[in-house]
């Protein structure tokens, strides 16, 4: 049985979707009405997919998704919502987003999305996909700086261990690092780079090639 979240911050709504997924056998582990309450929530059930909402009032789904993403590699966020804008839809992927639907989605074609993303598909409503995959493209043409930033060998060690969905007080646990010092190390790798979360840094090692290599012993 595949596990959910509902994000929304309109409780009719929330309830309504919640409500249509358990009637179709999916388990609504539970619901959250804002940010915040979404990546406090979703640190505890763990759920297969999130159904994410983007307009939350003060702190918007964009920052709910990196968070989730980036400490719940297993979790996959799909985002629902009425916004069609080509703009909210690239900064949810860049934020780690595995789809995104909009809310005139049929429950057929809910339930399809939620299944799909469960199961590691990208899912669109359509003519999205196309906008997605066309900014990648632009993304892997540009050509890459010429003076790349310098990290710190524990920097790099740090970098390498976001890459394979460690999280920070994991990586404090290998490294034999205090979890502050692995979030320092996280947030300086992030200036430097310029990223934006956890799930832009996993991007970078794995294109770097720095996925792959041995894990270093802690001097």
């Known amino acids: 049985m595949i596990s959910v979240m509902v994000v929304d ?5 929330r309830d309504g979707v919640a409500r249509d997924l358990t009637e179709r056998g999916f388990e609504v582990k539970a619901t959250a009405p804002d940010a915040a309450a979404a990546v406090r929530i979703a640190r505890t059930v763990r759920p297969d997919v999130v159904l994410m909402d983007l307009n939350l009032g003060a702190e918007s ?6 968070q989730i993403t980036g400490e719940l590699p297993e979790t996959r966020v799909l985002v629902l919502s009425a916004s069609g804008e080509h703009a909210d839809v690239l900064e949810a992927v860049k934020a780690g987003a595995s789809g995104y639907l909009l809310k005139s989605a049929s429950v057929e074609d809910l339930v399809d999305a939620v299944t799909r993303t469960a199961a590691g598909d990208a899912v669109f ?3 999205l996909a196309g906008l997605v995959l066309g900014e990648y493209r632009r993304m892997a043409a540009d ?4 003076d790349q930033p310098r990290l710190t060998d524990r920097e790099t060690d740090v970098l390498r261990l976001v ?3 460690m999280t920070a007080r994991q990586i404090a646990t290998r490294l034999v690092l205090s979890h502050r010092t692995v979030e320092n190390h996280v947030q300086s790798t992030l200036r430097k780079l310029q990223l934006h979360n956890r799930v832009e840094l996993a991007r970078y090692a794995i294109e770097h ?3 792959a290599e041995p894990d270093s012993a802690p001097q």
Do not use: M, R
């Not at 789904?61 to 990196?66: E, I, K, P, R, S």
């Not at 050509?143 to 010429?146: G, H, L, S, V």
């Open 9 to 13: 911050d309109h409780p009719i709504w």
């Open 125 to 127: 409503t359509p003519g």
């Open 163 to 165: 890459a394979k969905g």
């Open 209 to 211: 090639g720095l996925d």
């Open 143 to 146: 050509p890459e700086p010429k």
């Open 61 to 66: 789904g964009v920052t709910a998704t990196g």
